[in-house]
């Protein structure tokens, strides 16, 4: 029976999980769970002064917003030096590993040289064989790896193919800093073997890491787990991606009004394919992913397709549960506090009965909030500065002319409204657009909305023909969109 395949996602927490630590956690995910696996979460804390507690709070948010689960418990890297002291000492007893005494005036002039004579290894070994005797008083070392001299190091790796190193170019890497703490090379490894970890999934930037992590893994005797190395995300230019690009941390995004479901499918396809598909469900995902499709030329962020994608998924989510959604966001996105404390069980029902025509142009949930806002903003309502050009004294005319009509209406529903509104525009020899334009600038403030007869319905009756509206005359101060709105078109052009 073969192994079973354990991945890891191990995030350094000196910042938020960006989005590209969200795409590889995401194919971590995925791996494991294509082949029955786990996948396990380690937080690299071992830088003390940068990793913080609100970083791993939002790590951990974030991959829980993404909807990627671990398996066992967190394991946090600082919490484990002791092992990985240990490993140090047990090379450095073997003969695998020497203590350095190099100074750092030395190492600054190894680097420098080796800089002008185009030579990748900084380090000359010059303590790789000296007698210990020879040491400097005072002086604590560092521990190095003695790395193979001669020959090559090889990664077949899952996504960049064979990746060759001649060994005379790689140095004998730190283990042990001079103040006994661990490097990160030899932690990781220590961690991903005492992990069972069998496969590696990171971004290509670590991919002579990889060769370097391989030196410890055969100084041990240890298994060396299989490698993938994920292209990095560059920015819709082709440079290397930076906040001017929307390398953002994932809460950003979420604050942003993307939908989970959205991101993960949006995130696969950043450098993974299958065939021509591009919209996935997460099933589809598990069941088509695997490393070798992974292409090796770096993926560019496109925020205007992850708009399109998003804009997909907000159409194919319920009605309902847009509403559900909508509100866990309130506290995340600014004004969301206002629509907070009015959601009252007789506005839900209208946002409920508003969605399906609210949905239908919205690519974020920023975009949904906003289009909602005629059914909940305190009136009168602001109207912008389109929707003002389109009111002019001849739109109001023939509002004015409309409202009628209107009153006479029982069966307030959308097709009642459209029938009253077509019959009038026909009977005078006006254009549909020259009746609804100005409806929808005055009743929802913007150029844009759900269908108006929807706007007219949903509003219902009471709230677009207000009895207290015959009353407003120039005091337009009554608390009715109507009465402020619309029925002031009246007032205004008569």
């Known amino acids: 029976m073969s192994e079973p395949i354990v991945t890891r996602f191990a995030p350094s927490p000196t910042g938020f999980l960006h989005i590209g630590g969200g795409r590889t956690a995401l194919f971590n995910w995925l791996y494991a769970r294509r082949f029955g696996g786990k996948m396990l979460l380690r937080i690299e804390d071992t830088d003390r002064e940068r990793s913080t507690e609100p970083a791993i709070a939002a790590i951990i948010d974030g991959l829980k917003w993404l ?9 946090y890297q600082f919490s484990r030096a002791g092992r990985h002291r240990e490993i140090a000492e ?33 380090y000359d070994g010059r ?17 190095r790896l003695k790395a193979p001299q001669a020959g090559e190091t090889v990664i077949e790796d899952q996504v960049q193919g064979r990746v060759v190193w001649q060994n005379a170019d790689l140095d004998d890497l730190v283990l042990l800093r001079s103040d006994g703490n661990p490097t990160y090379m030899l932690a990781v490894v220590v961690d991903d073997h005492d992990m069972g970890v069998t496969h590696i999934i990171r971004g290509d930037d670590h991919l002579t890491n990889g060769a370097r992590q391989k030196h410890i893994y055969e100084a041990l005797g240890w298994n060396v787990p299989i490698m993938a190395h994920i292209p990095l995300i560059h920015g819709p230019d082709g440079a290397k991606l930076s906040k001017r690009h929307g390398a953002l941390g994932i809460e950003a995004y979420r604050a942003m009004g993307y939908l989970p479901a959205a991101m993960r499918n949006y995130l696969v396809r ?173 009743l929802t403030g913007k150029t844009t909305s759900p269908p108006i007869f929807d706007v007219l319905a949903v509003l219902g009756r009471d709230e677009s023909l207000a009895p207290a509206a015959r009353r407003c005359g120039r005091q337009l101060a009554l608390r009715t969109s109507f009465c402020q709105n619309l029925y002031a078109l009246q007032t205004l052009a008569a």
Not at 127 to 143: H, L, N, T, Y
């Open 67 to 75: 909807g990627l689960t671990w398996d066992d418990d967190i394991v």
């Open 90 to 122: 047990q090379l450095l007893a073997e003969g695998k590993a020497y203590r350095c005494y190099a100074s750092p005036e030395e190492l600054t002039t190894m680097r420098e040289a080796a800089r002008k004579e185009g030579r990748s290894k900084l």
């Open 127 to 143: 303590w790789r064989d000296r007698d210990p005797s020879e040491a400097p008083q005072g002086v604590d070392p560092v521990i």
């Open 270 to 442: 950043l450098g993974w394919a299958h065939g021509d598909q591009e919209t996935f469900s997460t099933e589809e995902m598990v069941a088509a992913f695997d490393l070798p499709a992974i292409g090796r030329a770096p993926a560019r962020l496109d925020l205007a397709k992850l708009d399109n994608l998003n804009g997909h998924y907000i159409r194919g989510t319920g009605d309902a549960e847009l509403i559900t959604i909508l509100e866990d966001l309130l506290p995340h996105i600014a004004g969301g506090d206002e629509l907070a404390g009015k959601l009252t069980p007789e506005l839900r029902a209208k946002l409920l009965t508003a969605m399906p025509g609210l949905k239908e142009r919205a690519k974020t949930l920023i975009e949904l909030f906003e289009a909602s806002r005629f059914l909940w903003a305190s009136r009168p309502l602001e109207i912008n500065a389109a929707a003002k050009v389109l009111l002019t004294g001849e739109a109001k005319a023939v509002v004015a002319a409309l409202l009628p009509d209107l009153e006479k209406l029982i069966d307030w529903t959308a097709p009642g409204v459209e029938a009253v509104v077509r019959g009038f525009a026909e009977s005078t020899g006006a254009k549909l657009g020259a009746v609804a334009q100005p409806l929808r600038a005055a």
